[in-house]
C-alpha cells in the first residue's frame, strides 16, 4: 500500500485553509481532497449535539480485531442519501458524487464516485493494517482510486488534509508521531476579515439566502445585522492564535508547524507558496499559484460571491459589511497581538511575540497537555460563535422572514431539479 507523507492544514473556520488546499491540487506531488478532512471529533468528555467548526478532534489507536475502520475514519458504511428538503440538506461525507463536488460552490464540474468500489477496497484491505497510519493510507489510495477511476491519482509523494477545525485536533504529538514525515499548516487571516465573513455567512443564515451567490443579500442588510455574539467571535479567533503559538513552542516552527498569514498569501502568492514549499520539503511549481479543483479552475467558497483565481480584493468589502463600531470594537480587543502580528514576513514565527499578547495564554500554557480540560476549553470557546443574542426583535427582523420566502420561491427550480435530476442540482447547507 501507498505510504503517503501528510501535508494537514490544520486552521479555523473562514481562514483561508481551502485556498491553499486548492493550490495544492495540481502540483505534481501533492494530492488534494475536494473536501475538508479532518480527524473524528471527540465527543467522550460532553456529548456536543451541535455541529460547528471547532469541535475539538483526535486520531484513535486502530486495531482491525476491536475497531469497525469505518467508524475510526468517520466515514459512512453506505452510500449517503441526498437530502432534497427545503432547510435540511447537509454537506456530502464523501465530496463527490456524480457531477458534484463539495468545494465547488459556483460554477458545475464533470465527475463521478465509484462509492462501491470505494467501500470494497476498506473492508478487503482494512485487517492489513498495523496502525492508524497504515488505514489512513489504505483511505487515501481507496479514496483516490475510486473517484473518476482514479484519473487525477499519479503515484503522488504527499498527501493535502484540511480542516477548518483541525487546529483544535487533541493529540498533535500521535499525529506526528505515528503519521511518518507529516507536516501541519495554519492559516491565520486578519481578524477583521475573520470578523467579517463570519458575520456574512451568519447573516445569511438569518435572512434565508444562505450560501449561493444568487440571490444576493445586499450589504446593506448584512451591516445592519447584529444578533451575533461579537465578541466570541473575536475571543475565538484570539484563542485559535493562541493554540498555534503553543504548538510551535511544541513542535518547533519551521519544521512540523508552520504557520503562515492568508492576506500576505493573497498579496504575494509566489513569494509565500515558494517559502510554504521549502518548509514542506516540496519542489515549488507555478501550479502552486493557481488554485484548481480536480485540475479545474476554481472560483472559491466566499460568501461575497466566486472569484478567479487568487483575488486580494475580499478585503475591500470589509467596511462594506461591518460597522464602524463593530470595527472599533474588533481593534481595542485584538490590537495587543495584531500590533505585533501583521507583519509581510511570508510564515509566522509566534514564539518571537510576547506570551502578554496572547488571549489566555497561561490558562492554554498550563492545560496544554491536560486532554481532558482543553479538549473542553477549546469546546467551549467556539460553541458561542452561532449564539445569537437575545433581545427586543430588531425591524430588520421583517425583512428577514420575507426575504427569506423571495429566496425559497427563486430555489425551487433548484430543489426540483435536485430531487428529480440526480445528476444536477447544487446543494445548500451553510
Known sequence: MKKFKTIFIAGINRSGGSLLARLFDSHTNTISYPIELGFPEINNYYNITDNYAGIPQTISDYDYKENNPFKILGIPEHKPKVSTTWGKERSDPIGVRENYLEKVFYGNIKTNFDFEGFKSLIVNNASKCKNIYDLYNLRHHAYFKSWDHGKIYRNQEYIIMHSSGGIYLSNFDKYFTDFIDSKAVFPIRNVIGFVAAEKTRLARRYYGSRRFAWPRLPNIFVKNFHSYDLDGQIKSWLSAITRARLLQEEYATQ????????????????????????????????????????????????????????????????????????????????????????????????????????????????????????????????????????????????????????????????????????????????
Open 255 to 430: 519544521d512540523n508547524f508552520i504557520v503562515y498569514r492568508h492576506d500576505i498569501l493573497t498579496k504575494k502568492p509566489e513569494e509565500v507558496m515558494r517559502k510554504l514549499s521549502s518548509c514542506l520539503n516540496i519542489d515549488y511549481e507555478e501550479t502552486l499559484i493557481k488554485p484548481t479543483i480536480a485540475g479545474e479552475n476554481w472560483l472559491g467558497n466566499s460568501h461575497y460571491g466566486p472569484t478567479k483565481g487568487i483575488s486580494n480584493n475580499i478585503k475591500d468589502n470589509y467596511n462594506k459589511v461591518l460597522s464602524t463600531s463593530e470595527i472599533g470594537k474588533i481593534k481595542d480587543l485584538s490590537s495587543k497581538l495584531t500590533e505585533k502580528l501583521y507583519t509581510d514576513d511570508e510564515v509566522v514565527d509566534l514564539c518571537k511575540i510576547s506570551e502578554s499578547c496572547f488571549y489566555d495564554y497561561k490558562y492554554q500554557k498550563r492545560y496544554f497537555k491536560d486532554k481532558d480540560k482543553i479538549v473542553l476549553y477549546s469546546a467551549l470557546i467556539n460553541s458561542s460563535k452561532r449564539k445569537m443574542t437575545v433581545s427586543t426583535a430588531p425591524i430588520y427582523s421583517i425583512f428577514a422572514l420575507l426575504y427569506s420566502i423571495f429566496v425559497r420561491a427563486v430555489h425551487i427550480p433548484r430543489m426540483i431539479k435536485l430531487k428529480y435530476f440526480k445528476k444536477t442540482g447544487k446543494q445548500n447547507y451553510t
